[in-house]
């Protein structure tokens, strides 16, 4: 298995634009997470999702960052208009279902706001 | 609300030196507790968990629900070991129980 596969891996841009972040989890995986780390809060977690409907959105820092989940393989994080501030690593994990199951995370999108 | 501690947010020992990192939460019920291990600039892998106690690259972790802490240990650190280390913490099965907690990280710094 390729594990969880995020893409871009780096993210340049201009404040203002819409910024698209990718994630395919582990084949059979039925939750998926979103986490944003950075030096100063380290690991938050934004949002995840069970059976690709959102669970839990509390981490999602305000109405310009959503999240989709359209389908068992696939969900993208999404930041419009975008902020020097969300500049941060992020991250996606995913998980089987199960007591005592890790999460597997991706290799993170370096995102970075001008 | 769950909360994971981990106390030391930087810890330098020399190769060959015991090395313990400290995870301490709090949480009422049963908790799953695993140790994530990040290398520079590289993803999250999972440690351990304490539910299977084993021993992986020579660290072991062990629950101690009195104490509720759960610190991770190695005998004798390796350059190798250079890493930042993540304490989580999930409630257990169904719904929002899958979420996990993490601590804020230990730095560990092995020096030569």
Redesign the interface.
Same mark, same amino acid.
């Given at each position: 298995d390729a594990g969880v596969i995020q893409s871009p891996r780096h993210e340049v841009t201009e404040m203002g634009q819409e910024v698209t972040l990718r994630c395919k989890p582990i084949s059979g995986h039925n939750?998926l997470?979103w986490y944003r780390q950075t030096m100063m809060r380290? &690991?938050e &977690?934004l949002i995840?999702f069970?059976n690709n409907v959102p669970? %839990?959105d509390s981490g999602m820092p305000e109405d310009r960052f959503s999240a989709k989940m359209p389908n068992a393989s696939f969900s993208t994080l999404k930041i419009q208009p975008s902020e020097p501030r969300d500049s941060a690593v992020y991250?996606c994990?995913s998980?089987y279902r199960?007591? %005592?199951q890790?999460?597997?995370?991706? %290799?993170?999108t370096r995102l970075s706001i001008l | 609300a769950q909360r994971v501690t981990q106390p030391e947010k930087l810890l330098s020992v020399f190769k060959g030196a015991p090395v313990e990192l400290k995870c301490n939460y709090s949480y009422s019920g049963s908790p799953?507790l695993?140790w994530?291990v990040q290398y520079s600039r590289? =993803?999250?892998?999972?440690l351990l =968990?304490h539910?299977?106690r084993e021993s992986i690259k020579g660290f072991t972790a062990d629950l101690n629900k009195g104490e509720t802490s759960f610190h991770l240990k190695k005998p004798f650190a390796q350059e190798e070991d250079s890493a930042m280390y993540?304490c989580a913490l999930t409630k257990?099965?169904g719904?929002?129980n899958?979420?996990?907690t993490?601590?804020?990280?230990t730095l560990l710094t092995v020096n030569p």
């Open positions: 939750s997470f380290g &690991l &977690l995840y069970n669970i %839990d991250f994990a998980r199960g007591r %005592d890790p999460q597997h995370f991706g %290799d993170g | 799953e695993f994530y590289q =993803r999250l892998q999972l =968990r539910i299977s993540y257990g099965s719904g929002s899958y979420k996990l993490f601590g804020k990280g």
